[in-house]
């Protein structure tokens, strides 16, 4: 169990939050820190034109809203629940006092936020150098890796999110989403089928992606 773990159970409060509820908005002064002990929550932002743009999916047994530990506590970001969820909340400045105390405590929140940064960075970067398919495909690929799938012809993975939730992480409307999949579907290189994604055809879907080196054999 780690010492942020250890924090939340020793003092955080028990809160369930439905599906579909913006629960951090962008520009709010962060009050309280979360634990996730059920559900999961998409992280955001929104582009000028309203469209939503995710860069990442908390899940059970992880920690969000940890930037609100900073001086300048106002959200860079929001969060909404993607399932219902089963929170353990920390008010602020209870969490500022412990963990600023606990070298191990610090250093735990220190590498969270960096991994948050490093995700946020690979966003931009797809987005400013990958075209609409190739963030698609690329998106694709990894839902494999996290599965711990090899990404072969035939393999096929459960996807827990919606084309509303693609879309967000592809940077693309949900319409766009929508006909793009079904186009490969027509070239049998994926075919989503209600929340089963199955990899048709391997080498061309990395070569959408544009990513370095060949599907396995």
Not at 123 to 146: C, K, N, P, V, Y
Not at 162 to 179: H, K
């Amino acid at each position: 169990m780690t010492a942020l773990t250890e924090l939340f159970q020793a003092h955080g409060q028990n809160s369930t939050v439905s599906a579909d509820q913006v629960v951090i908005r962008r520009g709010a002064d962060i009050v309280r820190l979360y634990y996730i002990v059920s559900g999961q929550v998409m992280l955001y932002t929104t582009s000028p034109g309203g469209r939503e743009i995710a860069f990442d999916i908390v899940r059970p047994g992880e920690v969000f809203a940890l930037t609100g530990l900073s001086s300048r506590r106002a959200a860079l970001f929001e969060a909404i629940t993607i399932t219902e969820c089963e929170f353990l909340t920390l008010d602020r400045e209870v969490a500022r006092r412990m963990v600023l105390v606990d070298p191990a405590m610090a250093l735990e929140a220190f590498d969270i936020l960096i991994d948050v940064l490093r995700r946020r960075t690979s966003l931009a970067e797809s987005l400013a150098t990958r075209g609409l398919e190739a963030r698609l495909a690329h998106w694709i690929l990894l839902q494999f890796r996290l599965a711990d799938r090899e990404p072969i012809a035939g393999a096929s993975i459960s996807v827990e999110f919606s084309q509303r939730l693609i879309a967000a992480f592809a940077g693309v409307s949900r319409e766009t989403v929508n006909r793009k999949l079904k186009n490969w579907s027509s070239r049998r290189i994926v075919h989503l089928a209600g929340r089963t994604l199955t990899l048709l055809d391997a080498t061309e879907l990395f070569r959408i992606a544009g990513d370095v080196g060949e599907p396995p054999r």
